[in-house]
């Protein structure tokens, strides 16, 4: 596909990154010349330096024939105008992001009047992100298939649990728990393991489940999560604004830690049912006077990546809060994890996952569609949910007889609402929706999951 990107920051440097990856023709344009040369050289991509709202700029970066436009400046008026004037100008998709809250409630309305394809927030995405981590705890990530009905949770593996030394069969047959165990991540490896694969107690496992499954899981290895009432959160900007309003409907007391005192006057009207502190939330003294000790949970989201980090570590030594740090920029990841934050939130990476899974349905047949996808484990792998509209090879099949690509798991069929684990004599069929984990890259298709 050819996909123009207007705006080269964080969110745009993602998306080239991935979709650069997957072999699309790439067009990148931004007010700034040196981004553009180093991007467009970074990803054999056309750069164009100008404005991506006018008609000239647009026409050179050859619109009419683009089959995916996507605004990602930091201006949301200025998305949306760019996004206009392609759908106007070329025949393209088009997909703007906005952030403002003030938009959000009309935001179906905007869609529907511009003609937009695809509306991204990447904030009220982390902030939907920290949302359910908050409400289950124990988890590291967790990822939602089947219009929520299914989950898949990522956590650490304690001693205490006592899984090391075991099969993954030996576990599930202890357990007794439909859930399966779709990756472990060991150090720098990722394993989609089959029933002999012996666990470690300090490996990272992703199982995969419906919602009352998982939570029998966790509740029968000893991990039933306590319950999380409270929130302290550091920075107070757009995420924090998402973030408080959806705590605060389901009963958190949440506070925020603000440095700017307009921004804090600002936060007191809009979500008044939160505690807003003026203050510098680095400051170890306020963070113990504003109760860290007793926090049950405490959400970095200052603008600094070092900073939330360091902020997280200080609750860990601290608290027993769950620990949710925002990073945009550090790519040091496995450094990162090995400080045992609880939780790490990249609102680029969230952004590009979604984006991904539409231009992935886009190239789909009729016959098959991706539903949902996330880049999981660091993006060391893909988890994707495919919607299977006709028949093909991989239909009324038992599965033990599919000639499965090597690192693929099919982890859950969801069949009219109801959730099936997979079996070797189940069957995938028409109508139903299978979720699936897998190394590979760039699966398209379902047909993609079968040996060539």
């Known amino acids: 596909m050819k996909i123009i990107i207007v705006g080269c920051g964080k969110v745009g440097v993602s998306l080239a990154e991935r979709l650069s990856a997957e072999g699309h023709d790439l067009v990148m344009v ?4 040196q981004k553009v040369e180093h991007l467009s050289n970074q990803f054999d991509a056309l750069g164009i330096v100008g404005n991506g709202a006018s008609f000239n700029i647009q026409q050179e970066a050859g619109v ?25 100008t070329g025949h393209c998709d ?11 409630k009309e935001i179906r309305f905007i ?24 409400k289950f705890p124990s988890a590291i990530k967790i990822d939602t298939f089947a219009k929520g009905r299914v989950e898949l949770l990522r956590f650490r593996l304690k001693p205490e649990i006592g899984f090391g030394g075991k099969t993954v069969m030996d576990i599930m047959r202890q357990l007794k728990c439909d859930v399966l165990i779709c990756a472990v991540e060991r150090g720098s490896e990722v394993v989609i393991p089959n029933g002999s ?25 000893g991990l039933r999560s306590k319950s999380v009432k409270n929130s302290l959160i550091i920075g107070g900007g ?12 389901i009963g958190f007391r949440v506070r925020i830690i603000e440095q700017r005192k307009e921004r804090c006057d600002y936060l007191s009207e809009v979500i008044p049912g939160a505690d807003i502190i003026n203050g510098d939330g680095s400051d ?15 959400v970095a989201l200052t603008g600094l990546d070092e900073e939330n980090i360091f902020l997280t570590l200080y609750g860990k030594l601290h608290s027993n809060a769950k620990l949710i740090a925002k990073v945009n920029k550090i790519a040091f990841d496995d450094v990162i994890d090995s400080f045992g934050i609880d939780s790490i939130i990249y609102p680029k990476y969230l952004t590009a996952d979604y984006i991904l899974q539409y231009v992935r349905a886009r190239q789909n047949t009729i016959g098959c569609n991706v539903e949902t996808l996330y880049k999981i484990l660091d993006g060391r792998a893909e988890a994707l949910e495919f919607s299977i509209k006709e028949e093909s090879a991989v239909t009324n099949v038992p599965l033990m007889d599919l000639n499965l690509k090597d690192n693929l798991l099919i982890c859950c069929i969801n069949r009219n609402g109801q959730i099936l684990t997979p079996r070797g004599q189940n069957m995938i069929m028409v109508g139903d929706t299978v979720i699936l984990v897998t190394t590979n890259r760039g699966l398209g298709d379902i047909r993609d999951i079968l040996k060539s």
Not at 64 to 88: H, P, Q, R, W, Y
Not at 113 to 134: D, F, V
Request: contains cysteine.
């Open 30 to 33: 931004d007010m700034n010349p």
């Open 64 to 88: 009419e024939s683009a089959d995916l436009f996507i605004a990602v400046t930091g201006e949301d008026e200025l998305n949306l105008l760019c996004c206009l004037m392609a759908k106007k």
């Open 94 to 104: 088009t997909i703007a992001r906005v952030r403002n809250p003030l938009y959000n």
């Open 111 to 134: 869609q529907e009047k511009l003609g937009l394809s695809m509306i991204i927030n990447p904030e009220l995405t982390a902030a939907r992100e920290i949302l359910k981590l908050l």
């Open 197 to 221: 694969f012996v666990l470690q107690d300090t490996d990272i496992l992703s199982i995969v489940g419906s919602l009352e499954n998982t939570a029998q899981f966790f509740e029968k290895i």
């Open 238 to 249: 757009t995420i924090a604004h998402y973030l408080a309003q959806d705590l605060l409907k």
């Open 284 to 298: 170890r003294d306020l963070l113990l006077e504003e109760g860290l000790t007793y926090a049950d949970s405490l």
